[in-house]
């Protein structure tokens, strides 16, 4: 079993669910959790069994360090982790230094991170047209004064700091091995990079040779890839090409949280990998279910949150378009039974077809910049004083 270390913590598994808005939030982490301790297997060996997370990191929806400071309940709701996480991962986004220091220092001072991950990945629109996310790291000093602000804040108390970053804006301004050498000056605990551009937005093939030139690159602290990782094969074909430290999983377990049993096991050398039936994905669904009333408290929000993943678990499977259209409509739990009790529930795995892409790629498209963002690297004062507005309560991938 490949083992990584996060700072002072030992994941027994070098596995890591990247944040998604709207996915990565607690009942899901619950799910994947609990199927990366089933690959973990009864062979495991002690000083995986003993490690801080045994069957890898899952890492929270992200929050904008503004709301976090301002304390709103979405913000509250996004940090809050569930009693058996061993590992509180949480992952920041911001675009103002002095800003992401204070949500930096609330996480650690008032005990609710044991790990904090910087976006500097997204790009949505709504992201990137402020500065943040993907495109920030074209601004080499501001890129460096986020990471030393959250580090500073984090270290003294052993909580380390990490980076999830893209290739760059787009080919003619890629940034990841500046950002990566410059997070490793900063003192982050690792870096990880989602080999496409923000151009590419998730379309396309994510190169993994820019992870590779990465790993070569930053030497200090482990590297890690992300893009397309759609099996256990998928990442250990990653490590094996690349030389990278561990993976980051993100569409790839949408509607299949049981892909962190075969991950686990991957890295474990077991073949074992996990084939449900249409009655086990049915039953994983119902228990997301459950898990999302108890995490929003209201079972009519829980369902409409739910909605977005019945197309995910059913991808592959028999079911008619009227049925996977009701299944999208749910509203409660008694009418998500109805439903699944409605399916052809004896269906087998469908194997090829329950595998590969899944989820919106979308189409390249030109990254929305602020007014001049491209013409310097350097951050001047009105530029600057832009950004200290610009931490508004969004939230993105």
């Known amino acids: 079993m490949t083992t990584l270390r996060l700072g002072p913590l030992a994941l027994g598994t070098p596995v890591v669910l990247a944040p998604m808005a709207g996915v990565t939030n607690a009942p899901f982490r ?5 199927a990366g301790r ?10 995986v069994l003993a490690s801080d997370a045994p069957e890898g990191l899952y890492v929270s929806e992200m929050v904008t360090s503004r709301a976090l400071v301002e304390r709103t309940p979405e913000s509250m709701r996004i940090i809050t982790a569930a009693p058996d996480e061993r590992v509180r991962s949480v992952q920041l986004y911001g675009v103002d230094p002095a800003t992401v220091r204070l949500a930096a220092r609330m996480l650690v001072t008032e005990d609710r991170a044991d790990h904090i991950d910087l976006n500097f990945g997204c790009p949505v629109p709504k992201v990137t047209r402020k500065g943040g996310g993907a495109v920030l790291p074209w601004k080499r000093d501001l890129f460096a004064a986020i990471v030393r602000a959250a580090v500073d804040e984090a270290a003294p ?3 380390p700091v990490t980076v999830k970053m893209r290739m760059g804006i787009d080919d003619d301004h890629l940034t990841y091995l500046d950002a990566g050498l410059l997070a490793q000056e900063a003192g982050a605990a690792w870096v990880a990079l989602h080999a496409r551009t923000a151009e590419q937005y998730y ?3 994510a190169r993994w040779e820019a992870i590779a030139r990465l790993k070569e690159t930053v030497t200090d602290v482990p590297v890690l890839g992300n893009g397309d990782i759609w099996s256990a094969e998928d990442a250990l074909a990653m490590v094996q090409q690349t030389g990278c430290d561990g993976v980051v999983v993100g569409r790839g377990c949408q509607g299949r949280p049981w ?3 075969d991950l686990v096991a991957g890295f474990a050398g077991s073949a074992r990998r996990v084939r449900p039936g249409l009655a086990d994905v049915a039953a994983t669904f119902r228990r997301h279910a459950e898990l999302m ?7 009519e929000r829980a369902l409409r949150e739910l909605r977005k993943h019945a197309s995910w678990y059913l991808k592959g499977y028999v079911v008619g378009g009227e049925a996977r259209a009701a299944l999208g409509l749910v509203s409660s739990l008694a009418e998500l039974d109805d439903r699944l009790a409605a399916l052809d529930l004896d269906q087998a795995y469908p194997g090829e077809g329950a595998e ?10 030109a990254p929305s910049v602020p007014a001049g963002w491209l013409d310097s690297r350097d951050v001047d004062a009105e530029l600057r004083a832009m950004l200290a507005e ?3 309560s969004v939230s993105g991938g």
């Open 259 to 261: 892909l962190f049993t």
């Open 38 to 47: 089933d690959g973990l297997g009864a062979d495991a060996s002690s000083d």
């Open 293 to 299: 009333v108890d995490h929003f408290g209201e079972e």
């Open 30 to 34: 619950a799910l994947c959790r609990a």
């Open 356 to 365: 590969g892409p899944r989820g919106r790629a979308g189409s390249p498209k």
């Open 203 to 205: 379309s396309g093939e």
């Open 157 to 159: 108390s052993g909580v």
């Open 390 to 392: 610009a931490e508004l």
